[in-house]
């Protein structure tokens, strides 16, 4: 990390907040800490003159973060889910980041194709549109393929991304390390590997080959899923920074007026959305990890269609059992449950008192009980959940930041779509459906049926293993392997006797 550059750029950010007079609207918008309004000040008026001018004909939170690059734009296309936090009329502002960017030119976008894809763009396409859609990192044309005269959306990334974004996440692990040595509190956040786990994340984006990866596997398993479409890849069009997917039709979701005239059941479908995803996440353990407006539309036929799959994530099984448990014992406002399971996993440190964890738990779940819908958000459970476990000594889980990041986001696209939406009865039967297929006596047996498998590849080694430790005991007088090898050994061959018995049965 460079320290004067990074020292600049956070400078220049407040700066430019405070020129394009973001800095206000911000500090309005959001209920930030006394001291975090002194510290944002501070790095912006002094400095104002500094400030990056943007666009002036953008309004001033717009012109900002497009100013700034792209990991601010992405921080925007966040907000705009976000419209009871940061107000209706600036999350609709700061739609525009989603997919109406202004777009660079055609002939540059031809120049890349071409080079990517090693042939003359007339022989690839008999078609090829002007952008219709531009993003932070990337923007899309229609095209039509000259060999099968199907229609193809063809995503190019921008030229120059990779290194204008490395920018800014340098700065932004900057910024985490100062964190965490100005405030020792701070680093059971662990703030540079949530810097970490963003920048991963996000390079999905900056190699349309790993999106174009994602996009099968996420087509693949969703394939039999009534009511969701994933465009299938054209992988003889793809590479590097070219991915060309199935063109969809559709309405844009953040088109509420548009959705409304197509006469769909509103209610229905935004509990849909946020279904859709809890079925990926806890079903697959692999989801779609940026679902705001830009990339969601319906089809003619009422069909969710998911698009732009730069940013996907992915939760091992354990975890996705732990997560449905606690969304459940919310559910069922069992605390006590739910702080065990905290404790099982080993969020929570050993020492600290269950009862009291599911005492303070109790007064987070319970204020979004019996309150109408408008009131039930899961950004205020999250916000009052992370206060909790600071309490207890509860680290950053890095694997469920991008899932409850996500979850946010869901809750807010849905909110747009149906705004009495309770969450909570959309989430119900999707989080039972799982406990009861992975968490109950029928999940036990595909535990050990999983056990048995692998224990019978491991089978024929044991009698070798065996053999050689007798055989190197015998060759050089050493003493007979104490119990616990032979408690090891013996464990194995009756595990793999009873592996392999099972492994017959079935």
Known sequence: MRGPHNIWRLIRTGATFERTGAMRLV????????????????????????????????????????????????????????????????????????????????????????????QDIATLFSAFSEPVAAASMAQVHRATLAKTGQEVAVKILRPGIERAFRKDIDAFYFGASMVELLSPSSRRLKPKAVISHFDEVVRGELDLRSEASAAAEFYANTLQDDGFVVPAVHWDYSDRQVMTLDWADGINIGDIEAMHASGVDMP?????????????????????????????????????????????????EYTRRVYAEILMGFMRKDYRRVAEVHFEAGYVPADQDVDSFAQALRSVGEPIFGHGADTISMAKLLSHLFDVTERFGMETRTELILLQRTMVVVEGVSRSLDPDLNIWHAARPVVEKYIAENLGPRAMVKDMVKAARVLSRFGPKLPVLMENVLTNASNTGAPPPNNGSWSILLAGGVGALAASVIWWLI
């Not at 996440?281 to 036929?301: E, I, K, P, V, W």
């Open 27 to 118: 500090l309005d918008k959001l209920d930030l800490p006394p001291a975090v309004r002194v510290t944002a000040r501070v790095l912006g008026w002094p400095f104002k003159w500094l400030g990056l001018k943007g666009d002036p004909s953008l309004p001033p939170m717009l012109r900002a973060l497009t100013a700034l690059g792209p990991a601010y734009i992405k921080f925007g296309q966040l907000m705009s889910t976000r419209p009871d936090v940061v107000g209706t009329d600036l999350a609709n502002e700061l739609r525009v980041l989603q997919d109406r960017l202004p777009p660079f030119d055609q002939s540059v976008a031809v120049e890349v194709v071409q080079k990517a894809l090693g």
């Open 268 to 316: 229905k479908f935004a509990a849909g959305i946020l279904q859709y995803f809890l079925r990926h996440a806890l079903r697959d353990g692999f989801f779609h990890a940026d679902m705001h407006q830009g990339n969601l539309q319906m089809s003619s036929s009422g069909d969710l269609i998911a698009l732009d799959f730069g940013i996907m994530g992915r939760i091992d």
